[in-house]
């Protein structure tokens, strides 16, 4: 059944193909929609500092107002189009003429588009999986219009960028970026190879996941001796449960998918229960699959062919260099560098962390020289035994009203801004809260943020550790200025009679990171929605605000400002944050570094067959043997069917800046001003300005890569690095 199911959706894709690429042959096509309520459409949509009304809200209207907000900005991007080509001497400023007026479509169309990511989160029989599918497609492709007409490309080249403010700048910047990228300095026949070519790739990138998930699914394992599962943790015990029903009564299913495979084996007390989820994890979708139809090889070199032909395509030499210039690192060479100045530390300690490791396994009886699959559990028993950390324990300590109070306490500390419940606020759901954010001696907010904290069968499947920030109106001043508003969906155990929602550590990290980059959305102060926020920051600095986020939960004041017990307050102080932080952080990095050198080489060295390149890799990153199973890239999805391809290493880049950042806070002591520098610069400027000059402008200086490995005590012991080094700053 499932192999037949799998043909089924793979066969289908040679059809979708050629029907997108006869579509963008077309010169025009009509669409009809239904009319829409003016009324509703005004309820629904704002343009001022109203919040959206959602109990107003249902399937078919939704779907009625995205098809005429869709119509609205493709007319306006063809207009703006259709008068610079027939009459471009009355269109002498881009600005006024062409972008301005783009503004406010385009922040109605991104508005719309965020109440449906909401809601398809937060409440799927409003838009459920199958109808947010079709809709997502439409909308990229209405939201592309904009970046693929050549009147406003060459409208936007042509302008003088010396007579334009920064953040102008910036967004002609972005226009001649996508219009490059998108091959309107082509010739036509170039271009529409690269359309063909495109559709060829998302085609391929669709068949990637899909066979990532259907191989995951294949693998089930009941179990239903309670020893097997006696150091689990109730809430994994739920997600385990055979039933489905929220019990915790056996027999229990551990699955790849979900997350749940990966959490179990953490407290699997079997090695050979251990080994073989490892094992099947290890064979999903790679050569070695039982059902052919799921190896992705083939698939997976397809896309790395297609990149780099779309990369000579626009002029580059491959796929990664073409995704540089989004970027904040000037060169492969940069990256490559960096990385081996971690590696030549990060190596070395990850052998120490293993002896160590095994030193306490062997202490507790352990038989065995410890493997991959062994890591998860006795890095949790040896986390416990070494700082007295556990992280269902401290559930006990962390209840999701103390850690918002403490983290609303830490914004103020570190930035000034308070936050405020407004609660006549018109949601979709009613555990959702909405919170107002105000600069210090101001009465006006200037966002607001929806949370929708619990789980419930309305909402997406997903581990608790799996929280999604949804831009809903992004920073924007044209015609006016519009106040910016996100939401928060998580997925944390509901309260009940006995006890309210208790969070584990690892479920506040994931919060404290998703906060930083609502704070990024909420406070940048652009006047164009195209580079507020996150839009137009390089890719390697994205993940700056919520790493910088992170590191604040290892701060003792601000764990204790979090911390406390549900029932007597009590102080969960004798957990040592430190020591926590750097656990087996040597084996993490080396981790890190090895998929994005994976990465960078399959995109770079793209005659070398993936499996060649792992085999060179491995043991570079490595203290364990790998495995003869070894298809890590085939189950790649975040690189080869998502934004991660060419681009992984940003992980650890944004991690780095974030090191060099937090350095800031305990070189400078008065953590008032660096908090308003990093408030003036990385919140405020959104993508209105280069991530190289934002760090710049906080640091006075360019990143130094010394300060991550510093940040993990990794140069405790290396006598050979200096802090203070120039030729160890990071060239931008």
């Known amino acids: 059944m499932l192999t037949s199911r799998i043909r089924k959706l793979c066969g289908v894709f040679e059809k979708q193909r050629l029907l997108y690429y006869n579509q963008h042959r077309l010169n025009g096509f009509i669409v009809l929609l239904p009319e829409v309520d003016p009324e509703i459409a005004d309820k629904l949509i704002t343009t001022n500092d109203e919040l959206p009304a959602f109990s107003n809200i249902t399937t078919e209207k939704l779907g009625k107002l995205i098809g005429k907000h869709i119509l609205d900005y493709e007319c306006c991007v063809r207009n703006a189009d259709r008068k610079l080509e027939e009459s471009p001497h009355l269109f002498p400023n881009v600005f006024e003429d062409v972008l301005d007026p783009l503004e406010r479509p385009t922040s109605s169309f991104d508005t719309v588009w965020g109440v449906l990511k909401t809601l398809y989160l937060g409440d799927i029989k409003i838009v459920p999986a199958r109808i947010y599918s079709n809709l997502e497609k439409r909308i990229n492709i209405a939201r592309a219009t904009r970046y693929n007409t050549d009147a406003i490309f060459k409208a936007c080249k042509n302008c003088d960028k010396n007579k334009l403010t920064e953040e102008q700048a910036r967004l002609i910047d972005k226009h001649l970026l996508e219009g490059h990228l998108n091959g309107l300095e082509s010739t036509p026949r170039y271009r529409s190879i690269n359309n063909y070519k495109t559709a060829r790739l998302l085609e391929k990138q669709t068949q990637f996941r899909i066979r990532v998930e259907a191989a995951r699914s294949q693998f089930y394992l009941t179990l239903d001796d309670p020893f097997a599962v006696r150091e689990c943790p109730a809430y994994l015990l739920q997600m385990m449960s055979h039933e489905g029903d929220g019990s915790y009564d056996g027999p229990w299913t551990v699955k790849l998918n979900y997350g749940i495979a990966e959490k179990y084996l953490e407290y699997c007390p079997d090695r050979n229960l251990r080994f073989m989820i490892w094992h099947a994890e290890d064979k999903a979708a790679s050569l070695s699959e039982e059902v052919r139809e799921l190896a992705n090889s083939v698939c997976l070199e397809e896309i790395r062919y297609l990149r780099y032909e779309l990369a000579k395509c626009v002029g580059y030499k491959n796929h990664f260099e073409a995704n540089l210039i989004t970027k904040m690192a000037d060169s492969v060479e940069n990256i490559e560098n960096t990385f081996e100045m971690f590696l030549e530390v990060a190596k070395p300690a990850q052998y120490n962390e293993v002896v160590k490791l095994q030193e306490f396994a062997d202490a507790n009886h352990f038989a065995h020289p410890i493997q991959l699959w062994d890591l998860p559990y006795w890095g949790r028993r040896h986390k416990k035994a070494l700082f007295n950390f556990d992280n269902e324990l401290l559930r006990n300590f962390l209840p999701f009203e103390k850690v918002i109070d403490g983290l609303f306490a830490l914004c103020k500390r570190l930035f000034g801004f308070k936050f405020q419940e407004f609660k006549e606020v018109d949601s979709w759901h009613p555990d959702v809260k ?209 934004n991660w391809g060419s681009a992984y290493y940003s992980h650890l880049w944004s991690e780095m800046l974030a090191a060099d950042i937090h350095q800031a806070f305990s070189e400078e002591k008065d953590e008032a001003s660096v908090g308003a520098r990093f408030r003036d610069t990385f919140l405020t400027f959104g993508g209105g300005c280069h991530a190289k000059e934002v760090f710049r402008r906080f640091r006075g200086r360019d990143p130094n890569p010394v300060a991550l490995l510093t940040h993990f005590g990794l140069t405790e012991d290396v006598k050979t690095i200096s802090t203070e080094d120039p030729k160890l700053l990071v060239t931008c």
């Open 434 to 642: 909405f919170y107002y954010i105000y600069e210090p001696d101001n009465e006006k907010p200037v966002a607001g943020f929806y949370m929708d904290p619990y789980r419930r069968s309305t909402k997406m499947k997903t581990s608790p550790e799996n929280m999604y920030m949804i831009p809903i109106r992004n920073s924007s001043r044209i015609p006016r200025p519009l106040m910016p508003l996100t939401a928060l969906i998580l997925n944390l155990q509901p309260p009940t009679k006995e006890k309210p929602c208790l969070m584990s550590f690892s479920e506040v990290k994931s919060l404290f990171a998703k906060f930083g980059h609502n704070l990024q959305y909420l406070l940048s102060k652009s006047s164009y929605t195209e580079i507020a926020g996150l839009n137009f920051v390089e890719f390697d600095a994205t993940e700056v605000c919520s790493n910088f986020m992170i590191n604040w939960l290892y701060d003792r004041k601000t764990f204790d400002g979090i911390c406390g017990h549900y029932k007597t307050g009590e102080k969960f102080s004798h957990i040592d944050l430190d020591g926590l932080r750097k656990h087996l952080v040597a084996f993490r990095l080396c981790k890190e570094m090895f998929k994005a050198q994976m990465d960078i080489k399959m995109h770079t060295k793209h005659d070398i067959f993936w499996l060649d390149l792992g085999n060179q890799l491995w043991d570079k990153h490595f203290i364990f043997p790998r495995s003869k199973y070894f298809s890590d890239p085939c189950r790649y999805i975040d690189i080869f069917a998502s």
